[in-house]
DNA sequence: CTATAACCGAGACGGTACGTCTAGTCTTCTC
DNA sequence: GAGAAGACTAGACGTACCGTCTCGGTTATAG
């Protein structure tokens, strides 16, 4: 979907606002309903009250509508304080599972990046929607964890954010894989367990109560 | 694939057995083409020299047909004896990372998982054929660090049980992550710096040099 | 509707020679209720029971389907011997006159020809199974009447052929020009005075009760 | 086109008037170059720089519009003195096969034709504004011939009329008949066998060298 | 000089059919 | 009975037009 500046006025009928929202909410809904496989761009079409050719004149595929309706859900996600760098993360983590025991999320999600392996085009929409938007949230947590005394500050800026990243994928891909592939519910014991698993490492972990 | 007795042997002509193994090499022939979205069953049966009839005969659809053909790519794994428990992990990431980074396995893998979601036959096959059938990895690197004292030895079964299964969420899923979604190589330095994180926590890992 | 050679026997499965004629007397249905131009392929194949790609294996579009639906109607005309060659001439004209009174013929007919001026293909389709096909009626007629000595026998072949070629012409014009064009029926009045004209030209006709 | 009375002036902006030469002559040359099938009213708007609304606020659809942009074309029709009906019969004919011969009168009139056995609104229009707009040829024709004593004058008034229909009929269906179906031109040579034909019939015109 | 009304271009809209492609099944002949 | 070949039904694909609509803006007459 792409932004077009208030400024250009064009001429010609506007897009009607309410289809793009339409849409995107039908997406999801058949996503639930059928998922990715079964997902037509004709039902989504007439689930939204729209015609095709609505749908295709702002999105050139199944691909990028569903990064775009998947990556809604993940902006609900917020950093709450709970006091310790350990409590934050496991209600970060909670809230990341939750959103991924969601049918629409976890079909949609899986299919685009599996496609996005063969399309960079898809890969940098997937990035810049969802990834990169949700490192967020690392950020803030470890910022809040300086600010308590729980970790040092950083002295090397590019360290520091490739330490960014190598904790999202840590958080984010071991989520993931509990989920969808070993295909059991991150529950808040497994939370914890990953919790002290990741704030601890491997020897300080198996030995804790 | 479905395995039959030896002890029912069926009158009339038997399977041929070479068609198995063309059929799942022009699986992974096309994965790497075409990827998992284009390829089609007709066109693997083509590949195969094999007849549409032939092929479903022996697998019910895509998904099942692809799980079996990626599966036989993660065999491969070995945890080579490298001395010490971070560097036998480095060692079967660095493999692991390196199948992965295949596009017959990555396009496919991610493919079947997002179908998973809502096919549960499908799930079962994925875990037995591919994520349990991993594991012995994890067991036996628990096993060596523990004969070198690097581990103690478990006390509570059940929980050591547990604790691999984290355990392989979070390898496998850190990998996958890196690669897949956030698309950046997973590296010997990556590797380096998660196995580091793994082992030491947060604390440790971003403060050592 | 191409012709395969009996000789060469095709492997696989033959085509369904029911799905031929269904698909036929579908169209020509679907002409009588819908006409040409709202006829579509969709629709036909569902009338036939058919899957499109059934109807797509054996023709190549809308056109030609259409010129084999309707050729079939003119292969009723016969030339009944009433006695004399005006009586001859008016039989076949009027037979002539009711197939294309039939909605299916009309409709079809002018259509196909109208895309035929910028197609060869389909002319030469038009012309090979509707127009030759038919001249055997005037060659007919011709040989009746000399044998009854109402005409000369020709001596020249070629100003012969040419003649039965005018004689056609003129004859299938003026019947779809007042069918069609005019909008008037070509009714047993209509044509005796049209046999009038072509029998004794324009001298006589108009002078005679 | 309907015509708006120029008592009844109505306010506002009143219609371009080169708006609709414009619309025609881009019906025409939309016909030469892609013929009735493919003709779009959207190109047509296009090519003569105009809006779709302001084209279908003139005619109701592409039939309309077609039977307007032909009919133009036949108004170039005369009845050239050639001193004997045989000669003037031949003038007009080769004229009309001219006109016939243009790919935006065949494709575009046949196809008018064809649609109008299933409107009738569109069947008078065509009656009107082409057919018997040009049976006034017809008439000349034979007042000429009659001054000249080639033909007799008529009594009957309503059989006078029926003639000229019939023989309207006759020359038009034969000349599209020759032109549109049996491919072949109405050339001088035809022209000439045609006309005799027409003028001494069937037992006349064979035995003529 | 302003109001009003019909016009104009542009282009989005809901809808329908297109012709192609693939899935998964069925039917024939051959090994 | 397995296998190769290929036709079969079913249904989604993405595109193209249809005829309508909704914008901003223009050009005429009427007041």
Known sequence: MQSRSPATRASGRPRSVEADAAILAATREALVELGWSKLTLGDVATRAGVAKTTLYRRWSGKNELVVDAVA????????????????????????????????EAASGLMAVVAESTRDDAL??????????RQKRLVLEGRARAQTRG????????????????????????????????????????????????????????????
């Open 72 to 103: 809604e859900l993940f902006d609900e996600l917020v950093l709450p304080d709970r006091g310790s760098l350990a409590d934050d993360i496991e209600g970060v983590v909670l809230q990341f599972a939750a959103i991924l025991a969601r049918p």
């Open 150 to 209: 729980e970790l040092p500050s950083e002295t090397d800026p590019a360290e520091a954010a490739r330490t960014v990243d190598l904790i999202f994928d840590v958080v984010a891909g071991a989520v993931v894989h509990r989920t969808l592939v070993s295909g059991h519910p991150a529950d808040e014991e497994w939370v914890r367990e990953f919790t002290t698993l990741l704030l601890g490492g491997l020897g300080a972990g198996t030995q804790e109560p």
């Open 123 to 132: 890969r940098d929409r997937i990035r810049s929607s969802i990834v990169e």
